[in-house]
């Protein structure tokens, strides 16, 4: 493996699904993760959540990318490429 294998950036596409969570004490509903898969393209990645969100379980479903710095192990911020159905807002993510 060259120098330069191991300083390049890694893409993850992801899919995530969110199920309701039931009230707790506090009487608020919210939302929790239910799957996350891993692709390696973003239309899969896509496809797979506009497909999860017709399940009847699910709350919702985002599809988004992600990337990491291997050196230092930092994750940037995640790029949305869709958020179908009842998703959790950007700043909860």
């Known amino acids: 493996m060259t120098q330069e294998d191991e300083s390049a ?3 993850h596409y ?4 969110y199920v ?4 707790g004490r506090g ?11 891993q ?3 973003a239309a899969e990645a896509q496809n797979r959540a506009e497909r999860e969100a017709q399940s009847e379980d ?8 992600i990337v990491e710095d291997p050196n230092s ?6 790029s949305f490429l869709v958020r179908i159905g009842n998703v ?6």
């Open 88 to 93: 959790p807002e950007f700043d909860d993510f």
């Open 20 to 23: 309701e969570q039931k009230p």
């Open 58 to 65: 699910c709350a919702g479903a985002d599809a988004y990318v």
């Open 27 to 37: 009487g608020q509903a919210g939302l929790k993760i239910g799957k996350q898969f």
């Open 39 to 41: 692709y390696s393209t």
């Open 9 to 11: 950036t890694k893409v």
């Open 14 to 17: 992801i899919c995530q699904t």
């Open 73 to 78: 192990g930092e994750v940037g911020s995640p």
